[in-house]
Every structure is written in C-alpha cells, then in structure tokens.
C-alpha cells in the first residue's frame, strides 16, 4: 500500500487493529472506544484550505497562526545577528548590493536600471536578476526613502549602515516573508495534503517554514529568495489544485525574480505538457499547450516591457543575467564540478564557453528521465518529485553555482515532508551544512547551530510520518540507515565541525577544510538524488491525491 493511501485509510487501520486487540484478550474498555461517525470523519477530511468555516476548522486554523507566529519569531531573531559584508569595506557583501539597488531603481530612470551609466555604476553591485527584482527593489527603495531618505540617498549612501537602515532593511524582508512566502507555504500544504489529519498539515506546514537554510540566509545574509521561492511555491499549489494558467503566471513571475527558479522550469515544462497530453484529441491537446504557452509569453512581456523597446536594450538586460565571466561554480560548493575538481581541474582545462556547454548537456542529461516520466504519467504527486530531482541536476551540472543554490532543491524536500520525512531530516541539515563557510564569514554560527538543533527536534516529533512512510515505501532503506549510515554521517560532520573550528589548515592547503566540507556533503548529497529519482519512477501512474470528499 502507498504512503498517501495508507493515510487516507487510517480509520480503517484503526479498526482493525482494534479487532486484533479483541482477539488477543485486550481489555473491555479498549472495545468500548467510541468510534467517531461518518459524518465526523468526513468533516475531519474536509476541512480543506478553502473550508477554514467556523466552527470546524478553528483549531487547525489557530494552530496554523501560531506556527506561523512561531516562525516569524526565528526570523526576527536570526536578523539581529550580523549580515553579509557588514561594516567590510570597500564593498561589503550582500546587504549593500540590495540598499544599492533600491538606491538606483528610485533615482534613475527604468530604461537605465541594467545599463552602466554616471549615475549607475555597474562595477557597484550593479543589478543581475530580472525585472521583477528591480520593481521589488524600487518599492521597498521607496519604503525606506519615506523613512529614512539618506539611507538610499543616490551616491552618497554606498556602505550606509546606520541601526535605523538596518531595522528599515530587515523589515523589508520580513515583510516579503509574510505577504508572499508564508501564504504560499499554507495554500500547497492545504491543497496537497487535503485529506491528511490536521496534526499532519500543521507538522508539514512547520517543515516548510522553520528549515534553518532559508532564515540564515534571507534573514542572516539577507537576501530576497523568500519572494521567487513563494511564488514557485504559490505556481506547485495552482498546479496541485488545476489551476494551470495561474500556475504558468505564477511561476513566470517566480522566473522574472531570480532567474535561479529555472531551477523547476523542467518540472512545470514536462507536467503541464504531459497534462495536455491527457487530452482527448490532438487538437485539444494543441489547443492547451498554445493557452499555456501565450500565458507565459503575456506574462513575460508585462514584465519586460519597459526593456522591448529595441533588441539592444534587451540584450543588454539579458547580459546581465547571465555572468559568464564568475565561472562554472563560486567558492566550494558542494556540486560535482566543484567535487570532481580535486581531480580534475575543470577550469584549468576547458575554456569557459566549453564549460558553459557540457554544464548544459549535462543539466538536460540529468533533468531527462524526471521530465519523461511527467510527460508520460504526469500526477500530482510526481510533479512535486520532479521538482527536487530537477532542482538538484541544475544544482549539480548547472553553470555558474554558488552556495546559496541549494536552497533550490531544499524547497521540494520541505514540500514532501510527509511522503519522504528521512529525506527530509536527512537531506536540510547536511544542505545547511555544506553553507557554513559562508555563515562562519557572515557571524551566523550562533543562529546556525540553534535553528539546526531546533529543526532536528521538531523534525523528529511526530514519529508516525518517519516510521510509516519510510517503512512503507523502502523497509530496507529504513532498517539500514538508523544503524550504521546515521551514525557514521553524524559522526563524520561533528569530526568536521571540530576541524573547522578548532585546527589551522596546512599552509599549502588553505582551503582545505572548506574543500572537506564540500567533498562530504556532494557524498551525502549524490545516493539521495539517484533514490528521489528511483521513487518519482516507482509511482503508480495514478499517484495523485485523492480528490477531496464532497
């Protein structure tokens, strides 16, 4: 039996099991349970995301604020810590890179936004992501202005970091955590595990919010990533619950933020196109690739209008997007150019236009058999698989990857708490891991290990969804990993830690211990992608969630 429909049938596994109690002598007062009727059991079920009525659903929706709450308490506290580039002249780090764009965006005109100009130097933190960042980055420029204007004062405001700008800066992400990201969270976990217990939502709702990889670095290293990854997140609930244009708007304004969210491109490509592949006919089915496709095509051009003025503007635009000259990966990332170039020095050996081409055939090679198996046998469940084995292809084989694009595959792992819960306790600590070179140069050690420590608590709190689902689709797996791989892994990262920390790397080697960091967690990081893949394969072509009882 499946993980999902062994859920759904928990009442029925109850019974049995207290047939089997009564067969083996169990007390009279176990026999004499009340079981809840149909009508409650249906109106257990149906308390859906669009069902939050009073009275039924009143304690799921409390649950829901707190947790919530909950986790944009830990966002606060993790933005009291310091920020990347903080007080690190001459050009500081992130945190400058977005005051500078809010900076530029307000004061010149839209057409100079990507172009080097005297008032737009591109040698400062000029802007490299889409459209949508720079209109993000203007509103809360104008946010700020209206507080604080010698915050993003043009010129005279580079490296400006008085404690009011901080507080100003911060809220800014706070708030695009709140409106856009969290909404998006609640709406896929509503529509994707409908007929799961509430206890179950409210848990799979927390995986999603209080994995410690996106608050150290939206709210520690401060970035945006919280509005591209709830908007892909927002476009997988619209495709959850049918609604494909909205799915293709959403998830054109998630590629129009950072262009980092093509990440999932494959997934929400071969879904959507296996999905109208169901159709009856041929022209049905051409009918729904061409509304699918002129959405996107609408949705793109909205967003890139003040920039199809002339193909030179938007080129200039596009060049920006896409920075050949940084190289195959940043710093030690824990991909497999990077762990392959202790042996191989990928970069000494190819020219960059070379490499640029066998990132992209081996991206497409590793995203294939995922996008086949959705345009075969597309589901609702499968999709969300194929968005974590896609993510992690480009995370592996793309160009130009740095740290931070892990938190690409880390978002399907929370989605699919419930389905694959050993991936997840497994996979968001090392991912979390393979970052600490880069959280040790930004000061977040302390919020580091208290958000790892805390997600590996509740993580673990309700053993019904480690041991069921696990046990249900990979006994084997699930007998050998508690003993000696568990223990090893653990072993292995808390010997790492103490290296890091504790010993000076040989002179010859400066980097050493960063490259062992790396090294170790591509090791962790390879088996999980190769049984994601083996498990999107093994789905019952019908492997969607049950539609919800009317």
Request: aromatic share 16%; charged share 15%.
């Amino acid at each position: 039996m499946g993980v999902q429909e062994g859920e759904i049938r928990e009442e029925e596994e109850d019974e049995s099991r207290v047939g089997s109690r009564k067969r083996k002598g169990a007390p009279r007062r176990l026999e004499k349970r009340k079981e809840p009727t149909a009508a409650e059991q249906e109106a257990k079920l149906n308390c859906a995301a669009e069902e939050w009525s009073w009275p039924y659903c009143s304690r799921y929706r409390s649950t829901c604020f707190l947790v919530m709450g909950f986790a944009f308490l830990l966002r606060v506290l993790v933005s009291l810590h310091p920020y990347s580039g903080a007080g690190t002249r001459p050009k500081f780090g992130d945190y400058e890179a977005q005051r500078h764009w809010m900076e530029i965006t307000i004061h010149t005109p839209v057409a100079d936004w990507y172009r080097n100009t005297t008032d737009n130097d591109l040698t400062w933190w000029g802007l490299d992501y889409p459209p949508v960042t720079a209109y993000q980055s203007f509103v809360h420029g104008w946010m700020i202005h209206a507080v604080e204007p010698e915050a993003v004062a043009l010129h005279s405001s580079r490296g400006y970091e008085t404690p009011s700008s901080k507080i100003l800066m911060r809220w800014t992400v706070l708030s695009s955590d709140m409106l856009v990201f969290f909404p998006a969270a609640l709406w896929f976990i509503n529509e994707f595990y409908s007929q799961y217990r509430e206890k179950q939502r409210v848990w799979a709702l927390a995986m999603v919010l209080l994995h410690p990889a996106l608050m150290l670095i939206d709210h520690g290293h401060f970035q945006y990533n919280c509005i591209s990854l709830g908007l892909a997140i927002a476009a997988a609930a619209a495709v959850i619950s049918g609604r494909r244009l909205l799915a293709c708007v959403l998830f054109s304004l998630s590629l129009n933020h950072k262009q980092m969210s093509a990440y999932y491109a494959p997934a929400f490509f071969a879904h959507l196109l296996g999905r109208c592949f169901q159709s009856k006919n041929f022209f049905q089915a051409l009918f729904g690739v061409i509304k699918l496709g002129i959405t996107v095509i609408f949705t793109f051009m909205v967003c890139w209008w003040p920039y199809l003025e002339s193909k030179e503007t938007a080129l200039e635009v596009l060049s920006r997007l896409a920075p050949m000259q940084r190289g195959i990966y940043e710093d030690y990332v824990a991909n497999f150019w990077c762990a392959t170039a202790m042996l191989f020095k990928w970069k000494q050996q190819f020219a960059m236009g070379t490499l640029a081409k066998l990132a992209l055939v081996a991206t497409i090679s590793a995203c294939l058999p995922s996008m086949v198996q959705q345009i075969y046998a597309p589901s609702r469940k499968g999709f969300v698989y194929s968005m974590l084995n896609c993510s992690l292809a480009f995370y592996f084989f793309s160009y130009q990857v740095h740290e931070k694009s892990v938190l690409l595959p880390l978002i399907p792992v929370s989605l699919l708490a419930i389905e694959e819960p050993q991936v997840l306790q497994w996979f968001i600590p090392f991912a979390t891991f393979s970052m600490l070179p880069l959280l040790l140069r930004d000061g977040l050690l302390l919020p580091y290990f208290a958000l790892i420590l805390l997600f590996f608590v509740i993580s673990r709190f309700p053993t019904y969804s480690f041991e069921r689902s696990v046990a249900t689709s990979h006994p084997r797996l699930t007998r050998q990993l508690p003993t000696g791989f568990v223990v090893s892994s653990v072993l292995g990262a808390a010997v790492l830690h103490l290296m890091y920390f504790g010993l000076q790397p040989p002179r010859r080697y400066p980097y050493l211990f960063e490259a062992l960091i790396m090294a170790y967690t591509f090791a962790h990081f390879v088996p999980l992608a190769l049984y994601i893949n083996w498990k999107q394969w093994s789905l019952p072509k019908d492997a969607s969630v049950k539609q919800k009882l009317s």
